[in-house]
Structures are given as C-alpha cells and as structure tokens.
C-alpha cells in the first residue's frame, strides 16, 4: 500500500520544518511538487530547496496546479480542482511504481486551510495517509506580533475573507482570524471598533507586519499589501482582528 505523507511546512522559513518533518523527508521515495505558474515559481523552489538541504537523492516530480472554473459555483469549482489534482497525484504514482512512500511539502499545516488532506481522500485507492503538523500562519503571526491568540478564558474564531465580506463579524465573537483574504475584508468594518495585526511573508526575509485600531491601520495595509504583491508576484498574508473593549 502507498504511503502518502503530508508534511506540514511552516510558512516559508526553512527553520520552521520539525524533526518529525525532516525524517519523512529522508525517507520518502518520491516527491510531488506543485508548480503555480511563473510568479509564484519561488514557492516551487523553496520546497526544493528544503528537501535538497537534506537529501541529494531526491526523487521529484513538478507539477503544474490545474486552473479552477471561474464558471462554476464555488464549492463545485473547489471540488472539481480537488479532483483535477487528485488525477495529476495519481497519475504521477502510478508512473513510478517502485515509490511506496510518496510525500508532499505543505505549506503551514495540512490541516488548517488546506486541501491537501481532502485531495488525498479522492486517490484511488486511497493510501494510507501520514500528516505531519507544521507551524501554521497563525503562530507565526501572533509570534511576530508578540501577543496571545486568545484573551482570557475566551474562544477564537477561525474564518476567511470570504466569509467576513459575505455575512460581517460573526456573532459572539471577541477574537477573529482571517485567512485567505484577497480583498482585504476587514474594510467592510467599523474601524473604530477593532483592532488588528496583520502580517504577510511570515518567517520569511520579506516579512511585513502592521498592528493598531483599525480605523488607523486600514490604509497602510491595503499599501503595504498592494506594493508587496506587485513586487513579488504573490502574497500569502493573515491578520487578527479583535473587538476593542467598549
């Protein structure tokens, strides 16, 4: 039976790779890379490079993300990408029949935000499965910040950009992470009301951070991330919004 590992990566600092991380990089007989076009092709090599950095043997095998259906619902335009995925995964197995034990460098956690997990599920026959947990963005940014996820004895909400932009704060909520936000949603806010750290490039050498009120951080993110994106081709950001005490 294959053995397909899901090796949780950190956010773009090589340091980030655990331990755990790295055996299964040693072991593996083969490697999927995703390649997400000519401007993010930095993603590609840097998931190269960390397997390079432990192992000079490597069998890896590139290849290119297929493009979602603009056209389609959402939930079947991501489903219908799993599945396109799932075939190039499959495919990709099956030309080399000798690797057991095939792994795929995710970033941050394979279990947060991640299709990874849910591709995998789609293999046919499905493998046994072996995540390995990395640090998430989410550590990273509260790290950078210097400051706690939660406040006292209070839950945290997950969420993403979408789902703040389509239906606002969530109700009963004091602390809300947003990922996956390509609109900056947090602008459909009352900015007075909250506060916010953002990050973007975590862990990296491009690392960027902005933290105050909303109201007075707003315009210096939306800048900041505008020239970033425009340098660099691509930007995996994330920020914390919490509700100012009243």
């Known amino acids: 039976m294959i053995n397909l590992f899901l090796i949780g990566i950190g956010t773009g600092n090589p340091k980030h790779l655990t331990v755990e991380g790295r055996l299964a990089i040693a072991e593996a007989d083969l490697f999927l890379i995703p ?23 490597a069998n890896i095998v590139s290849f290119d993300m297929p493009v979602r ?14 599945k396109a995925i799932s075939n190039i995964w499959s495919e990709a197995i099956e030309n080399h029949p000798n690797a057991i034990r ?35 963005s989410i550590q ?24 703040l932009r389509d239906h606002g704060w969530p109700l009963n909520t004091e602390t809300l992470v947003v990922m996956l936000d390509g609109t900056c949603a947090f602008q ?14 975590l862990g990296m050498k ?6 105050g009120k909303l109201s007075e951080t707003t315009s210096r993110i939306i800048e900041r991330r505008g020239v970033s994106k425009s340098s660099h081709g691509w930007i995996m950001d994330i920020y914390l919004l919490r509700k100012r005490s009243i």
Do not use: C, F, M
């Open 188 to 201: 459909e806010l009352d900015g007075a009301d909250y506060d916010i750290w953002w990050g973007a490039y």
């Open 69 to 82: 259906d603009a056209a389609r619902p959402y939930i079947d335009r991501v489903y219908a990408w799993h």
């Open 102 to 136: 095939i792994a795929l460098l995710v970033w941050g956690d394979p279990s947060l935000y991640d299709s990874s997990i849910r591709i995998a599920a789609l293999l046919n026959p499905v493998p046994k499965l072996t995540v390995i947990p990395g640090i998430t």
């Open 140 to 163: 990273a940014l509260t790290a950078a910040h210097g400051i706690s996820l939660n406040t006292l004895n209070a839950p945290v909400t997950i969420s993403t950009g979408r789902q």
């Open 206 to 211: 491009e690392q960027v951070l902005e933290a």
């Open 35 to 57: 390649h997400k076009g000519k401007d993010k092709s930095d993603l590609a090599d840097l998931r190269t490079q960390i397997i390079a950095d432990i192992r000079s043997d």
